[in-house]
Structures are given as C-alpha cells and as structure tokens.
C-alpha cells in the first residue's frame, strides 16, 4: 500500500521560510514523479513544483525564485524548501507521488501571518 505523508507546515512570518518533507513509502519512489500542490480555502489545487523521476524541476509562476523541490530517493523524501514566504502562499500543502497512478498525502497546513 502506497503512503505519502507530508510534514513540516506551520505558522510562519512574511519573509519568513519553511521545509516541507514528504516521505513515499510502498513504491519505487526513484521511478515515479513527486509533486507539491496548494490549496486556499475555496481555490482550486494548483501544482506549485514538479520533480518528475527522469526529468527537469519546473515551477509555477508565483514559486519561482522562492520555492525549490528536491528529491533524495536514498530517503523516498520529496522536500519542498520556501523562502520569502507571503501572506498570499497560505494554504495546505499536498504532496503527489506516481507517474501512471498518483497518490496523494493528506496535506499539511502552511499559514503566512505577522
């Protein structure tokens, strides 16, 4: 059975950062693509950062320059790293693995606010 479990959400400063992990267990995790979404409340769930198993990162327009996804498949852990974190980047936080077949985590609660 495939579990994605995200971590690392919180409250955080304008300006401020935080390091999303999500762990992938019961796949090869090396052989499939991982993703992070986000989720306002009445919004739709738009991918923020993409790192597909076999090729380039890319980001959405209003992550770049501030968001970086890396992957470490010796951990099966995606890692969401946000910087310059705004007021406008609060959401919850999902976390996609799978190519043919995608898994979702449950999501975790990332909250800007001075």
């Known amino acids: 059975q495939v579990q994605v479990v995200e971590s690392g959400g919180g409250l955080v400063q304008p300006g401020g950062s935080l390091r999303l992990p999500c762990v992938v267990s019961?796949?090869?995790?090396?052989?499939?693509?991982v993703a992070w979404y986000r989720q306002a409340p009445g919004n739709e769930r738009p991918a923020a950062a993409k790192?597909?198993?076999?090729?380039?990162?890319t980001y959405a327009d209003s992550a770049k320059g501030r968001f970086t996804i890396s992957r470490d498949n010796t951990k099966s852990t995606a890692y969401l790293q946000m910087n310059a974190l705004k007021p406008e980047d609060t959401a919850v936080y999902y976390c996609?693995?799978?190519?043919?077949?995608?898994?979702w985590g449950q999501g975790t609660q990332v909250t800007v606010s001075s």
């Open positions: 996609k693995s799978g190519t043919a077949t995608p898994y």
């Open positions: 790192a597909p198993y076999d090729g380039p990162t």
């Open positions: 019961g796949c090869p995790f090396e052989a499939n693509d």
